[in-house]
């Protein structure tokens, strides 16, 4: 696979404006505003995958939006690879703070980019990630070097939780029969220290309304008198957590996993610098449970975040008004050993039950999708570590991330094969939020890296 | 004036269509898209003046909206009323929640105003008190009984805290010169039953936003490790009351006047039905300060309200984002004794002061005003009294409101007169609410009663 450097070198002005075609199309699957655009998205990968040397793709209809299935098959006694990832993208707002338009996709150097990045919503979540995949299966089929069969589920509900995918493994479980599941939706420690995730947070994403008088009411006629739907709605929020910042849900940690003090001690040891942590976010302190550390706090520890809130007059100027209601999103990221349904649960119980009278409270479970710890002895994790090793000179580091990527804990159960992480972003991509990108070395990297995986899983698989 | 009831019946729905016409002009001080709607309005107000029978009308410039001011000026020697009004209007949203647009006009009829009602924002507050007063003028005119000289100020930023007003009335004291303020822009108890607004709240309204993180931030990678504005801006207005619901800022009710027991048994005597208070709002429970029921709440009590909120991420669906920032409108409604510029340093100070590390916090002051108390004793109110027994059949009782006018106290400070409160509108007009309205009863009782104040009033000062 000596050639894998020269291909990726010859091709890499086409790969990048093939990825930067498919940034062009706003694919917000959270906004049915963009409905046609997610659909689009979807034949738009389903041509590339056609093109780059899938034997057989087809446009799988779901409940919600398509899954793009596509496989090549070399031979059923060979192992198979089934490559995951997502077209769809969060939305783009606050508009306001991006340097360029969200969906008009532009390279820029950076500091830590010094060979350019590629500016635009899915840059690296997960449009880049997902079509380095594509690009690798391009080079293996175009030079014959394909070790075994792969098989591409691509789908276009994971910022929303994925329901349909779900839904689509389910009833498709001979289809799907793999050996080891390939995703690239995560991150690495940095260019020069890959890592592979070996943790995935949980997730329980909740909207909460809180509804006091009929109307909207004058706040000097009626302040004071009843109760105020967004005061109360910031109490309730604020009752979520005690003094020390732990969560005041009853039951919220019963089943939480704990780590050993060895285990703690030896996440302690990944390279990280609270001062730098601090300064690339401009806060002058960081903020969480007691008795953690950051790195533990935004991995091995659930949390609960209001992710949104809105209520009242929010325009221009002022306005006396008590509002009907009050709204917040929020959600909990939940660590292994907790079930997310259960969580959802404890949560809507003890919302409903800290509601002063005055107000009705109703929540409404958005999705979820439970915690994953993947063990770093597996022939998928190996093979991954080779391959790193050989494209980056060193060895990757195991991590457990604060992310969550609901179905790979129902891949498990459904598919019953392992899932490997091969991220190939970093922190500071500015996923969710204005501004996001993705390096050019970090596109090109994973193409170069991807089929060394495919080798080193089949030599190791023998 | 034996006539003034006839006149109002021959010329009622000119009176009607006139308002409506006025109505119609979406006079939003609050938010500069509507800014030469605002300036049309106020033209409207003069052309109006001019044909009711004014001498001299003028349009004022100031370092915001132009105030209208007009006179009639029969003999120096009798007393003047000068009349306040406003012509600009709240914000109409939320939109989806008004049953006809707001600003287009129809006459419903409802439980409480079988006689039908006029639904458009302002109908109530208060284009159409104020439009009384020169429907009023016009009647004195047309039938050469106006008793007195009359002048006229209505301006365009009472909604937005009336700073331009101040300015106005600190430059003009000899033009303004009077006997006695009337307004009418607050309400009165039913139909049945008129009453005289003899006490006012202060008001403080700020804005305060919490900084966080220099960017939106992914909630699995971040969450839990950083302060999230969202949870600390909930945290934090929910300090600002302690369980008692107090407010707990310090010195907040250091010069608050207590009301003594008598005072507060003769309040209690004005009639009320907390049964129908709260299914009037569909509540199964009132919520405010231990130790005083509602009517004292929502007028002798200072209170704090959210008057908006948000943050994050606010659209369809769910984004895992902890937000860079997170923004609140906050008012008080203060009561005499309580300066609004004190209490808006101490709100500030107290705000500042209880955020965590982690965040920033900017506080802004929107605007304020002093409360006020008027006695009852004087010949303005003996006046108002009269005409309001002539007109209804039964005395107005003497009420406390919780709404604010922050200008009445500048008044008295300023131009060292009293302001009579002869409110028309009711408590269910939903004003700075969806469905605004103002019952045709009401309006054509208002233009009814306020010739008998002018008379009374001449009377009573020789």
Redesign the interface.
Same mark, same amino acid.
């Given at each position: 696979m000596e050639n894998i450097k020269s291909y990726v070198q010859q091709h890499k002005d086409r790969f990048i404006n093939e990825l930067i075609e498919l940034l062009k199309i706003p694919s917000v699957?959270?906004?049915?505003a963009y409905s046609q655009d997610v659909i689009d998205t979807a034949e738009a990968v389903k041509e590339s995958l056609s093109k780059a040397g899938c034997d057989f793709v087809e446009t799988c209809d779901t409940p919600g939006y398509p899954i793009i299935y596509g496989e090549k098959i070399i031979d059923p006694n060979l192992p198979t690879v089934l490559v995951y990832g997502h077209y769809d993208v969060?939305?783009p707002?606050?508009l306001e703070?991006w340097t360029s338009p969200p969906f008009e996709p532009v390279i820029k150097t950076t500091e830590i980019h010094p060979e350019g990045a590629i500016f635009a919503r899915g840059a690296c979540d997960d449009k880049g990630q997902m079509y380095m995949h594509v690009k690798a299966l391009e080079y293996m089929v175009q030079n014959n070097v394909l070790p075994c069969n792969v098989k591409f589920m691509i789908e276009g509900e994971e910022?929303?939780?994925s329901a349909s995918l779900a839904w689509f493994v389910e009833r498709n479980q001979e289809k799907l029969k793999n050996d080891v599941i390939l995703i690239s939706d995560t991150?690495m420690i940095s260019n020069q220290q890959p890592s592979i995730t070996t943790g995935l947070?949980g997730?329980s994403?909740v909207?909460v309304e809180v509804t006091?008088?009929?109307?909207?009411?004058?706040?000097?006629?009626?302040?004071?008198?009843?109760?105020?739907p967004?005061?109360i709605?910031?109490?309730m =929020?604020?009752?979520l957590?005690d003094e020390d910042n732990h969560i005041t849900i009853p039951g919220f940690y019963d089943k939480v996993q704990e780590l050993s003090l060895e285990e703690r001690a030896e996440m302690a040891k990944a390279p990280f610098s609270l001062e730098k942590y601090k300064k690339a976010?401009?806060? *002058?302190?960081?903020?969480?449970?007691k008795g953690y550390v950051? *790195?533990e706090?935004?991995s091995i520890?659930?949390?609960?975040?209001? *992710?949104? =809130?809105?209520?009242?007059?929010?325009?221009?100027?002022? @306005?006396?008004? =008590?509002?009907s209601k009050?709204?917040? @999103?929020i959600?909990m990221?939940l660590v292994p050993g907790q079930d997310w349904e259960e969580i959802t649960e404890l949560f809507t119980k003890h919302f409903t039950n800290i509601a002063?009278?005055?107000?009705?409270v109703k929540v409404t479970p958005? +999705?979820g999708g439970q915690g994953y710890v993947t063990p770093i002895d597996s022939i998928g994790y190996q093979a991954a570590n080779k391959a790193y090793t050989e494209t980056f000179g060193v060895p990757a580091i195991p991590v457990r991330?604060?992310?969550?990527i609901p179905i790979v804990a129902l891949f498990e159960k459904e598919l019953k094969s392992k899932t490997i992480l091969m991220g190939f972003g970093l922190?500071s991509d500015?996923? +969710?939020?204005? *501004?996001e990108h993705f390096g050019i070395f970090n596109y090109l990297k994973g193409i170069e890296t991807i089929p060394l995986f495919y080798k080193y899983f089949v030599e190791l698989s023998k």
């Open positions: 699957s959270a906004d049915t969060q939305p707002d606050p703070l910022e929303v939780g991150g947070r997730l994403y909207e006091g008088p009929n109307r909207d009411l004058h706040s000097g006629l009626y302040g004071g008198a009843v109760a105020n967004i005061n709605l910031a109490k =929020i604020a009752a957590h976010l401009n806060l *002058n302190d960081v903020y969480g449970e950051t *790195n706090r935004n520890r659930p949390t609960l975040d209001v *992710n949104g =809130i809105w209520g009242g007059y929010t325009g221009e100027g002022a @306005k006396t008004v =008590i509002a009050a709204f917040a @999103k959600s990221r002063p009278a005055g107000v009705t958005h +999705h991330s604060g992310g969550s922190d500015a996923i +969710h939020s204005p *501004n």
